[in-house]
């Protein structure tokens, strides 16, 4: 099945900074890789997601990309604020069943 | 979202007793899903359930059980086959399983046991 890695496990940034978490997968057939977002106590909740059909995507701070023939995406985030701070969750989906496998996640914090 | 409610938040039972964790949405999403949340494992697939009356065992299955009798319903049960029950349940559905679709996530599920 499916094996996602994601590193690093905490990442520390100064405010404005950017942040910069990695994940490689091991399925060649995955085609979606959504990133959650996840504050201590609560549901992960998705930032940003891509298809195997894109090579980039934006969303105002956040950007995804994703290299298939590496088979790796990394979640970009720029000019980081003390709200980023939380665990963040890179996963993988071959699309059969809509199933999701996820990395391990990354706990970043934003210091001041 | 909002739309999914799992109850109770907070869970305590005894080693040895089964336990059923509720998963309820009114997104009228067809697919469901369970999975456990350990410190530093990230989120691993219990169950999911494609439709009404039809559910497939994920990557950590053992010791769990379900059932998908509504469609807005996916109940977890935790029983005492399960080695190390405690930890967080989290439900989540998507509109189906054709995708990919987005998987909306509910509040989840403390449980301790022991």
């Known amino acids: 099945g499916e094996n996602v890695e994601q590193h690093p496990s905490t990442l520390s940034v100064q405010e404005g900074d950017s942040a910069v978490i990695k994940c490689t997968y091991s399925?060649?057939?995955?085609?979606?890789f959504p990133w959650y977002k996840q504050e201590l106590g609560k549901r992960p909740q998705l930032i940003i997601d891509i298809r195997s059909n894109v090579g980039e995507k934006k969303d105002q701070r956040i950007a995804v990309t994703l290299n298939k023939t590496a088979k790796h995406f990394s979640l970009h985030i720029t000019e980081t604020q003390p709200e980023d701070s939380a665990v963040y969750f890179c996963?993988?989906?071959?699309?059969?069943?809509?199933?999701?496998?996820f990395g391990t996640g990354t706990q970043l914090k934003v210091e001041l | 979202d909002g739309g999914i409610t799992q109850s109770p938040k907070y869970l305590f039972r005894k080693e040895g007793q089964n336990v059923t964790l509720s998963c309820e949405q009114n997104?009228?999403?067809?697919?469901m899903y369970w999975y456990r949340q350990d410190p530093g494992q990230g989120l691993r697939l219990i169950y999911y359930s494609q439709i009404v009356n039809d559910f497939q065992k994920g990557d950590i299955a053992e010791g769990y059980s379900v059932s998908r009798e509504k469609k807005e319903s996916f109940p977890l049960t935790v029983t005492s086959a399960q080695k190390n029950p405690t930890a967080f349940y989290l439900c989540a559905t998507a509109l189906g399983v054709a995708g990919p679709y987005e998987q909306y996530f509910g509040p989840g599920t403390r449980l301790t046991v022991t």
């Open positions: 997104l009228n999403h067809d697919a």
């Open positions: 996963a993988a989906s071959t699309g059969g069943g809509n199933k999701l496998t």
């Open positions: 399925d060649s057939a995955s085609n979606y």
